[in-house]
């Protein structure tokens, strides 16, 4: 009986808000009151009622795409999983309940086959009338990315793609992007190497890009001008992380 209550209130929920973030919420909550988690999660409850619908959005969209840009590179480090429990209890005030409704509402969106994509369309859906949200939500993503110490290329293309989502203007995602990633951070990035590299791994990553996007290489193979352009931006970009590392290390 008492898990047949779980499915059917989760199910109630995951109709009511509707979308990916509907589908995800149902099945955390299902889960949540299988085990008699629910009881006190005063975040989350009633959550039919209207007033309270963009809030529970919020929580599970936010950690639905959490869970989708920590996974994006194949690995999830300590350092980002901390940064996650900070979020839950220095920004968002979660007590311990709110927090496990949180894990479980993170682990069914990385059972999901919805994108991070698919969670940003459904944020902006239901805060798009409040700007100081969507900016709020691309700072935290950025945050999470760069927790363990750099931000990868992988990463900022998922934030840009919720940065464009919500309609965020080029100027302020940089300004965010500014407060969380240094030069010598997205020199690694670049360079699609990590602090942790060693020197030798450093030179033969950037030997091996500086290859591909070479001006004389691209050029020799007639392809449209705005690629050769953009081949041409790459290399500079390769060139320049290349010198501030090996500056910072002194090789």
């Known amino acids: 009986m008492k898990k047949w209550v779980g499915k ?22 299902g889960h949540a009151c299988d085990e ?20 529970f ?6 950690f639905s795409m959490l ?3 920590v996974h994006i590179d194949g690995r999830v480090s300590q350092e980002e999983i901390d940064a996650i429990e900070d979020f839950m209890i220095r920004d968002l005030e979660l007590n311990t309940e709110s927090r496990n409704l949180a894990v479980k509402v993170y682990r069914s969106a990385l059972q999901s086959e919805k994108s991070f994509q698919d969670f940003a369309v459904s944020y902006y859906r239901h805060l798009h009338a409040r700007p100081q949200m969507l900016e709020f939500m691309i700072d935290v993503l ?23 989502i919500f309609n965020v203007s080029d100027d302020a995602y ?25 020197s030798e791994t450093i030179k ?14 691209i050029a020799s193979k007639e392809l449209p001008e705005a690629f050769v ?17 090996r500056h910072e290390r002194g090789f």
């Not at 959005?57 to 936010?62: H, I, L, N, P, S």
């Open 142 to 164: 950025m945050r999470i990315a760069v927790a363990d110490g750099s931000l990868k290329e992988c990463e900022e293309k998922l934030i840009r793609s919720a940065a464009a």
């Open 67 to 69: 869970a989708k840009l």
């Open 204 to 217: 033969q990553k950037y030997r091996r890009l500086a290859a591909d996007y070479h001006p004389d290489k």
């Open 57 to 62: 959005v919020f929580y599970t969209a936010t």
């Open 174 to 198: 940089r300004a965010i992007r500014a407060k969380h990633v240094s030069p010598l951070d997205q020199a690694y990035a670049v360079l699609e190497s990590e602090p942790r590299d060693s």
């Open 36 to 55: 008699g988690c629910v009881p006190g999660l005063r975040d989350y409850e009633p959550l039919l009622s209207r007033d309270n619908k963009t809030r």
């Open 8 to 29: 059917f209130i989760g199910g109630a929920v995951g109709l009511a808000v509707g979308g990916p973030v509907g589908a995800v919420a149902g099945a955390a909550l």
């Open 229 to 245: 352009q953009f081949a041409q931006d790459k290399f500079r970009e390769i060139q320049s992380a290349y010198e501030t590392i």
